[in-house]
């Protein structure tokens, strides 16, 4: 299988700590993204990051990729409230359909 | 901002009867997926659509779904007979190209009794 596992599974943070998901995958990919989603919503693009990068920056994200590990790992620093969902980790490999993990159930308190 | 849009947000449906869910894509995307999240699961891939035909698909993805694009903005996924275990969220997803970011809907929550 091409799926990702993210690590925790859940996770449950302090309101301005940081928090960090990992992810691991299986096969080859050509990019990874992250993606949020609200309980009972759609999923939300965050980040990609392709095959031959290192780590990406957006905003209070950081990805890292370590395609020997086969691992990628998301950092939110100065967690809100507002972050609390569930994070998944999407493969994309040689098709154009993504796979998703089973997610990272993270809870930011206030 | 361009979104995914889909119709019905709940659809309640008896086993065995067809359902038909839509979505309407991002207007100049090209690829467009169908994923579904049974309750507390994982976001399972369905189908992938391109050039007017399926591209690939999962072996959910049975002979009672089919996937249409009827009029160059509609995208729909049809259930013949519907079975107990499709209730699930149905997501509709499309994307610019291959391998960039894909934009979901809000999805459809089917639920069969």
């Known amino acids: 299988s091409q799926q990702g596992e993210e690590d925790p599974q859940a996770l449950s943070i302090q309101e301005g700590e940081n928090a960090t998901m990992n992810c691991s995958y299986k096969t080859s990919i050509n990019n990874l993204q992250w993606y949020r989603q609200n309980s009972g919503r759609g999923l939300v693009h965050l980040i990609l990051i392709r095959s031959n990068e290192r780590e990406k920056h957006s905003g209070r994200l950081r990805v890292t990729l370590d395609t020997s590990k086969k691992s990628s790992s998301l950092l939110i620093t100065a967690s809100r409230a507002a972050d609390t969902a569930s994070y998944f980790c999407a493969t994309v490999g040689t098709g154009n359909q993504f796979y998703f993990g089973t997610g990272t159930s993270l809870t930011v308190i206030p | 901002e361009p979104e995914v849009t889909q119709t019905p947000s709940h659809q309640v449906t008896q086993m065995g009867q067809e359902v038909i869910l839509r979505c309407v894509p991002i207007?100049?995307?090209?690829?467009f997926y169908w994923y579904r999240q049974i309750l507390g699961q994982k976001v399972e891939f369905l189908v992938s659509?391109?050039?007017?035909?399926?591209?690939?698909k999962s072996e959910i993805f049975d002979d009672q779904f089919s996937v249409e694009r009827p009029d160059g903005s509609n995208f729909t996924l049809k259930i013949r007979s519907t079975k107990l275990e499709d209730s699930a969220m149905y997501f509709c997803?499309?994307?610019?190209?291959?391998?960039?970011?894909?934009?979901f809907g809000q999805g459809t929550r089917l639920t069969v009794v």
């Open positions: 659509f391109y050039n007017n035909e399926i591209s690939e």
């Open positions: 997803a499309s994307s610019l190209d291959r391998e960039v970011e894909a934009f």
């Open positions: 207007s100049n995307h090209l690829y």
